[in-house]
Structure formats: C-alpha cells, structure tokens
C-alpha cells in the first residue's frame, strides 16, 4: 500500500541550528515526492518536489531534500533555521490519482 | 492576483444543520480537491473533481457532499450526516486533473465547529 511515514510529530530548534525533517515512503514504482509547508490557520505551500534526476533537490525558503531509494527516505533539511520557519511540515507521495499525505511535523523554534 | 478564496473563515453547525463551505479559484485549474486536517492526523481527500460536472469519493466522503457546476467553484456541503465536522478544511486546485504529480494550490481553509 501507498503510505508516507513522518516519525517525528514535533520539532524544536534554536534560531540558527541546522534542521532535518525524517520522511519515509511505501510505493511500488518510481515515486513522485513534495514537501509541503503550514502556518497556523493557513493553507499549504510547496517548498519544493523530487520527479525524477539530480536526488538532491532544492526548495524555496533555503530549503532542501534528499530522495534515496535505497532507505525509502526523503528527509528535508535546511543548514541555518530562521524564526519564522516555524510552521508545520507535510512530506507527501504522489498515488495512483491523489496526493497521499504523512500526518506532519510541527517545528518550533528557539530565539 | 490568482489564487484560492475560501469561505467563510469560521463556520458553527448547530445540530442537524447542513451547512456550505465555498471555494472559488480564477487560476483556470481543471481540477479542485477538498481535504479535512484534524490535529495529528494530517490531511484526508474528502472529495475531488478532474473536470467540470464530475467528481469522486475521497477516502472519507461519508457525510459530505459536492458539485461542480462551473470550473471556478467546488462548494463542499457538511451535511447533518456527518456525526463529527469539527475539523479544519482545505480547498485545493491543480492545472489539471488525472496526474496525482501536479502541484497543488491551497486556499487558506474554513475552520468548522459544533455549538
């Protein structure tokens, strides 16, 4: 079956410290992968999206990802985390005629 | 500016009531797609539309009803069915429909609650 794991619901960095958020995914084929992001009361936005190529992908924001198909992995990262990236985190896979979504990381922030 | 118009912002259902949530976007996207977010369960398909005057179930269609009338509009209906509607929802389109891969566009939501 399609699914997308997040393992960790929340999050919390100081301002400045790099971050990683943990991805995994069940597909058969080729996947296509997307990391979405939410602010409170807010819709989603795209950060950025794998298809096919170059494994690791960069986003909007300073954000970036890596696709290994070896770990199933698809793990977001940013090197220097700013306040306002706090938000919630949706790593999702592309399924036969839907978007599957994993439940979300929260990221708090530290000043 | 394109984009997404959910609403009403904040939406209370009395007991037995149905009630309509709107979204309209002018993005010229074939396909539009609700979702329900409940706190740590992420976002589940409600219902969704590839095309003009027809859509389908999403995995938790049960209580909720749609149409698709015009290309711009996907009105959502929570009706008295539905035994739990507290929940936020999300309306959301893409440039086409039938390919899961497209980018999808969010509207801002409608929070939903029981008096």
């Known amino acids: 079956a399609q699914s997308v794991t997040q393992p960790d619901i929340h999050i919390t960095v100081s301002e400045g410290a790099s971050l990683e958020l943990r991805c995994n995914y069940s597909?058969?084929?080729?996947?296509?992968l997307f990391w979405y992001v939410q602010s409170p009361g807010q819709g989603l936005q795209l950060l950025l999206k794998?298809?096919?190529?170059?494994?690791l992908v960069q986003g909007i924001k300073g954000f970036e990802a890596e696709f290994k198909r070896s770990q199933s992995s698809f793990n977001l990262r940013k090197p220097s985390v700013h306040w306002s990236d706090a938000a919630e985190y949706f790593c999702?896979?592309?399924?036969?005629?839907?978007?599957?979504f994993g439940t979300g990381t929260r990221l708090q922030v530290f000043p | 500016d394109g984009g997404i118009t959910q609403s009403p912002k904040y939406l209370f259902r009395k007991e037995g009531q149905n009630v309509t949530l709107s979204c309209e976007q002018n993005?010229?996207?074939?396909?539009m797609y609700w979702y329900r977010q409940d706190p740590g369960q992420g976002l589940r398909l409600i219902y969704y539309?590839?095309?003009?005057?027809?859509?389908q179930k999403g995995d938790i269609a049960e209580g909720y009803s749609v149409s698709r009338e015009k290309k711009e509009s996907f009105p959502l209906t929570v009706t008295s069915a539905q035994k739990n509607p507290t929940a936020f929802y999300l309306c959301?389109?893409?440039?086409?429909?039938?390919?899961?891969?497209?980018?999808?566009?969010f509207g801002s939501g409608t929070q939903l609650s029981v008096l």
């Open positions: 959301a389109s893409s440039i086409r429909g039938g390919r899961s891969s497209e980018k999808l566009f």
């Open positions: 597909y058969g084929a080729t996947p296509y």
């Open positions: 794998y298809f096919s190529g170059d494994t």
């Open positions: 999702a896979v592309a399924g036969t005629d839907k978007l599957i």
């Open positions: 993005l010229n996207h074939d396909a």
């Open positions: 539309s590839q095309i003009v005057n027809d859509f």
